[in-house]
């Protein structure tokens, strides 16, 4: 992978002076483009070995072009914001909007690179983050970003000439740091560890590009040449977004029985015994929420369920057990502007809630296997991929300490008339029923194939589906604190989930 | 201030039940029309003594009314990313957008109070921080915020008798904790600190109701009825937004001279004498962004002036000087619908730069009292206030230790035309040029009384304008990294601008 980064690549100074005119100039020409259009955006990764130009190259990619369309990140040691959330929230937040630049200076390669070099974790683990990665970028490309990774290279007698020039010279010592000469030590085994990285995540969509980082003149024009080439080749052809491998169809059962048909939705709960119920199951939820193991953990709950089922009354149950300053509920409607601009999952991720919190969506990422697949709002391909990517969102929370419940409220069609009709009488409650609900109930059976397919497969042994029958709402309401109560207590008796510490 | 709530206050039990279902189903019929109307954001702030109800409060409205509606926050020790800026930012980004309600639980009156009583902070200090919070209220209401302040109150003895019954019950043993003790010791300073607090921010767009606590019924009915009342009141008369009382027209100077006027718009500057002192200025400005009293302290820079003036230009030979890591540069267009939601000054708190960073504004929070003006996009008394507002914005950050550095750059008609029309024949210039400031053009001297009154009105000494003579584009460039360069090596040298640390 490095052996022609290391072959002493250099370019004539004249050969530079002649050309860079033109390819800022072109740059600049794109990056208008880019941002008139605002179809889609660029995220530029910035890796490497220390002294090979990462730094330098950023900033000159600042200078070629108009600063004021790139976002420049640096990924050093986390915020406390950060590290309470999953790993990958830092990342998520530094995405750029269609339209702009985003420049990642680190990225989530460093994190695992480092961590094996220092044995920090096992290669198991490496490679299990690895693909991970490989799949996030996959849905970063489909969902329309145009990714490039640069991967900036020394051999090592050049690294550490590199590093004692620098060292040398009074106006570029302050860029030598003790842990770049730490790192330098360890030379090697960062080589080989970022090969073997980079071997594994070079992928079809998004392949990286090693540079030898040893001549300024050729590393500039070698990134200059292709970003234009990459951006052109994408702003002129409109349609050139990677396409979906088109997936063979999903097929309804052959005996039509989907998993809905099998509840029993009609379940009895006396009032006594709800009340009994639901006062034990609050308590029991309050003392957990307060639970010093607590403290470490948080929740995601997910609530999806047929319009007028009662997630609305079910989260409010829920909530009164607990502390306000503890919990946040998410309505999840139309995205907005800002959240049209980013990958689709971001607007998800952007809630996630800090250790020792609670956030409750009231609908959800799910959408887009249901109310998107439904309705035609996406492409075929778009929710087809979407499980596969759900799963990776939710097994990244679930690997960081959050503990992931999903409740699908469940009635039949008789109990959603008698429901509509109630509201439609009741003051107060019309504003929860809308045409939208009306033409909703006419795709009842569209909905059952969706939902069948979407519990089929995004129900995982670290995130299950929970089906609720709720026909019955006391009996509802119970079943879901009962759940949500049960996944908590195992959580905070198992060994945390958490990899990375 | 706090006698009437001493009295005892008691409701019975039975007025109590019988009237609370009614109000639970008003409150959340007005929340739905808050919502679907999305006119408003209503702010609750929650303070007063501990062991008064106020956590209760909080949790009791979130079971009243829809939780998926209302964003609870609670106010603890600030995250390195809050303590990183601004006292202010952790209260901007905890704002409501329009059509929800917003509850923070200790708010922005906290600090200065509790700092107070420890004595932190010196009373002319306290006095300036009311007369802030006065100031900060009074610009949430014009924004169009419906704005509830509650104190919880307890006299003494009831404090104490409270805290030791909490205590005594296991089930609520948790709630008190050793701070509340502490904080009980000083329940007389706290009483007085508080009632001068009060009675400072008690104005007429923002005026305190102090609650007796001490009766759960009497409270609750209390804090539920007020609710309801306010925003009921708002919901029926869609336009009792406080009118903003009508001032004086502003009157052109009588000699119709004009600060533009005055300048001297083609200054000279040699290419070879550009160049060198482009390198020193730009070396010395490298070496003030790396100094180690730097990570300290932040700069904002903001640049305002006359299309085609050379912003661009400028800012690129600014940043060419730094880290790209360090800055980002934040173009200003028209706000996106999130930004829409939330008071006019939100959506540049949400850019301002954590310790030791740059961000550069590109246009800015003056576009109210500039194009908004010109172009009649906002009330004449929206713009009149804004002077006012914005000097408070920036004192806030300079008084925090921002370094704030605001542009004017100006040229004169006929450069801007030969500027015009030099854009048209570069093809990658002419995304930089549209109908819109062939437009702006035409209202040269509206724009000209613009500046002129706003340079009058928010050039501070903390935060001076600096007006640039443009015409000459390399002239413009030295004064504007000269300038920078020297504010922040007299912040550097001075002592800390910041009050808190």
Redesign the interface.
């Given at each position: 992978m490095f052996e022609t980064a290391e072959l002493g690549h250099k370019l004539d100074k004249a050969i530079y002076r002649q050309e860079e005119p033109g390819l800022r100039?072109?740059l600049?020409?794109a990056q208008?483009?880019l941002?008139?259009r605002s179809e889609f955006a660029v995220v530029i990764l910035i890796n490497g070995v220390d002294g090979a130009g990462k730094?330098e190259t950023?900033?000159l990619?600042?200078?070629w072009m108009?600063?004021?369309?790139?976002?420049?990140?640096?990924f050093g040691a986390p915020?406390?914001?950060e590290s309470d959330r999953p790993r990958m929230w830092r990342y998520w937040r530094a995405l750029p909007p269609k339209g702009r630049v985003g420049?990642l200076?680190g990225s989530w390669y460093s994190e695992p690179i480092l961590q094996r070099v220092s044995g920090d974790i096992k290669a198991a683990r490496f490679e299990q983050e690895n693909e991970e990665i490989v799949r996030f970028e996959k849905m970063l490309v489909h969902e329309g970003v145009l990714l490039f990774k640069f991967w900036f290279h020394l051999a090592k007698d050049r690294q550490k000439k590199r590093l004692k020039e620098l060292e040398k010279d009074p106006r570029t010592r302050?860029r030598v740091t003790d842990a770049d000469w730490e790192h330098f030590k360890h030379y090697d085994e960062f080589r080989e560890v970022s090969e073997k990285s980079l071997l594994k995540t070079s992928s079809a969509e998004a392949p990286w590009v090693v540079i030898d980082g040893e001549d300024t003149c050729y590393r500039s024009l070698t990134v200059g040449r292709l970003l234009l080439a990459g951006i052109r080749k994408r702003l002129d052809q409109p349609d050139s977004r990677v396409m979906a491998i088109e997936a063979a169809p999903l097929l309804p059962p052959l005996d039509k029985l989907y998993l809905l048909d099998r509840l029993t939705l009609n379940q009895t709960m006396e009032k006594a015994d709800y009340e009994r119920e639901l006062e034990a199951w609050q308590g029991k939820l309050n003392t957990l929420s307060?639970h010093p193991a607590f403290t470490k953990r948080s929740v995601v709950a997910v609530f999806e369920g047929h319009d007028a089922a009662g997630k609305?009354g079910a989260?409010?149950r829920l909530?009164?057990a607990?502390?306000?300053?503890q919990?946040?509920?998410?309505?999840i409607a139309a995205p907005?502007?800002?959240e049209r601009a980013q990958p689709y999952l971001w607007r998800f991720w952007r809630h996630l809630p800090r250790r020792g919190r609670l956030t409750i969506f009231?609908r959800s990422w799910y959408g887009r296997v249901l109310v998107e697949r439904v309705e035609g709002f996406c492409a075929e391909a778009d929710w087809m991929r979407a499980y596969a990517e759900i799963n990776d969102f939710e097994r990244e929370m679930v690997e960081n300490g959050v503990i992931v419940v999903k409740f699908w409220l469940a009635i039949d069609q008789d109990e959603q008339l008698k429901r509509f009709n109630e509201r439609e009488q009741i003051?107060?409650k019309r504003?929860?029923i809308t045409e939208e609900d009306w033409r909703n109930r006419e795709k009842w059976g569209q909905y059952a194939v969706a939902v069948h397919d979407m519990v089929d497969r995004t129900s995982t042994s670290i995130a299950p589906w929970t089906l609720v029958e709720a026909n019955n709402k006391l009996y509802a309401r119970i079943k879901i604190l009962k759940t949500l109560c049960k996944a908590i207590e195992s959580a905070l008796a198992a060994p945390k989930g958490e990899r990375n510490g």
């Open positions: 100039q072109a600049l020409e208008y483009e941002k008139q730094g950023v900033n990619l600042n200078e108009d600063p004021r369309l790139i976002q420049t990140h640096a915020s406390d914001e420049i200076f302050w307060r609305g989260i409010r909530t009164a607990l502390d306000a300053r919990y946040q509920v998410v309505p907005t502007e800002e009231d003051e107060f504003f929860k």
